[in-house]
T-cell receptor, first 113, second 112 residues
Framework: DQQVKQNSPSLSVQEGRISILNCDYT??????FLWYKKYPAEGPTFLIS?????DKNEDGRFTVFLNKSAKHLSLHIVPSQPGDSAVYFC????????????FGKGTKLTVNP | DARVTQTPRHKVTEMGQEVTMRCQPI?????VFWYRQTMMQGLELLAY????????DSGMPKDRFSAEMPDATLATLKIQPSEPRDSAVYFC??????????FGPGTRLTVT
């Protein structure tokens, strides 16, 4: 049973436009959420995170939005660049709980020049 | 630039053979994680250690997988005997907090 779901395996956008990657979760105990980015032949790298006490966190071109009532978060990349082409993983955790990050299956983003 | 290192980067082996994957965590990181990535399941946590003690290995098939930390600079993941369904990319990650994890480049395992 997938507790963290990324329902779009892939997404393709034009350079300069907005990329929106979505993530849904089922466990209401999750209270901290992260996005990781992964290039081919490399390990995932941390991108941005958000605590459940917030509904938005911004870092440069990357913004994560959290809708707790819908158990949904999204990652916005504006403007998208070809170097953003990668697989993006959503992850969630219950702080003070099991201490295990639960990952989604990932969304492959392709930004076309 | 401190990084997690993993060896080997690629491993092809025949079914039934023993496979050992190694990880050197970033110096000073007291938590080490082993993950497996497959197309079907995505990134799954297999096991993790804190201060070299195993905290959780519930994600690992116990009959064939084992994970150890002989010392603070080395973590190992062993599969014996290996099976074709073990084919995946295995990642090691280290950190000081569970939500700050630095991943290695992975070991791509193919079992024929």
């Amino acid at each position: 049973d997938q507790q963290v779901k990324q329902n779009s395996p892939s997404l393709s956008v034009q350079e300069g436009r907005i990329s929106i990657l979505n993530c849904d979760y089922t466990n209401s105990m999750f209270d901290y959420f992260l996005w990781y980015k992964k290039y081919p032949a490399e390990g995932p790298t941390f991108l941005i995170s958000i605590s459940s006490i917030k509904d938005k966190n911004e870092d440069g071109r990357f913004t994560v939005f959290l809708n707790k009532s819908a158990k949904h978060l999204s990652l916005h990349i504006v403007p998208s660049q070809p170097g953003d082409s990668a697989v993006y993983f959503c992850a969630a955790i219950t702080q003070g709980g099991s201490e295990k990050l639960v990952f989604g299956k990932g969304t492959k983003l392709t930004v076309n020049p | 630039d401190a990084r997690v290192t993993q060896t080997p980067r690629h491993k092809v082996t025949e079914m039934g053979q023993e496979v050992t994957m190694r990880c050197q965590p970033i110096l000073g990181h007291n938590t080490v994680f082993w993950y497996r990535q497959t197309m079907m399941q995505g990134l799954e946590l297999l096991a993790y250690f804190r201060n070299r003690a195993p905290l959780d290995d519930s994600g690992m098939p116990k009959d064939r997988f084992s994970a150890e930390m002989p010392d603070a600079t080395l973590a190992t993941l062993k599969i014996q005997p290996s099976e074709p369904r073990d084919s995946a990319v295995y990642f090691c990650a280290s950190g000081t907090r569970v939500y700050e994890q630095y991943f290695g480049p992975g070991t791509r395992l193919t079992v024929t």
